[in-house]
């Protein structure tokens, strides 16, 4: 059986407190009736979260927030941690972006660290992963993303709350997709390696979302490929129809 499909809007460094809750009740309308029973959520900034979490309430949208720190509170200036965000509405938390990898020096260790505080917390993890173009030039795509496969989820019990998405850093913002072949071959090595440390079945249950450029035009096709369950969008999703059309792609 196919896994439900996830899509989640990020909506990363854009728009204040009022603009998220009118993209919120944008997205509302525009999903509304068609809604199909897939999960979907939407990860605004840290300081609009409580509002959109409020603006949420009886949809069956699920709040993100876009990161966290791996410890509860303490002297950590400019940091949120998973227990704030629970506090404050979210349910899930997306961990390892590329760009809080690339722009804000995130390792693979601080990575687990922040996985497993948010599990330990009772948040669910989008956990992201991808090669930048110079290591698919290399052809080390599938080293890279396995390494941080396994790092990422190194110590972690259980993986029933956790969400693997793969977004090659080439294709975020550029509006190259990955063809959906090349987003295929490595979802399946993804599950290959969750398999080998979770056994095959976690490894079947577990859901793999694509990002990078994705949109209403390339959605369907990429989330009809086997490994492919859903998707994490960036620009698509600050627009209420486009990201409405890719969720029905998901449906
Ligand atoms: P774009 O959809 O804008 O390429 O961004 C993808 C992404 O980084 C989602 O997390």
Redesign the pocket.
Known sequence: MKRRNIVAG?WKMNLTVAESRDLVSAVLAEIGAGFCGCEVGVAPNFVALAETAGALESSPLFLAAQNCHFENDGAYTGEVSARMLLAAGCSHVIIG?SERRQLFGETDAVVNRKVSKALQEGLKVILCVGETFDEREGGITGDVVTRQVRAGLGGIAGIADLVLAY?PVW???TGKTATSEQAQEVHALIRKTVGELYGAEAAEGLRIQY????KPSNAAELFAMPDIDGG?????SLNAADFAAIVRAAC
């Open positions: 990020n972006h977004e294709a975020i913002g990002g990078g450029s994705v994490l969008i960036g620009g698509a």
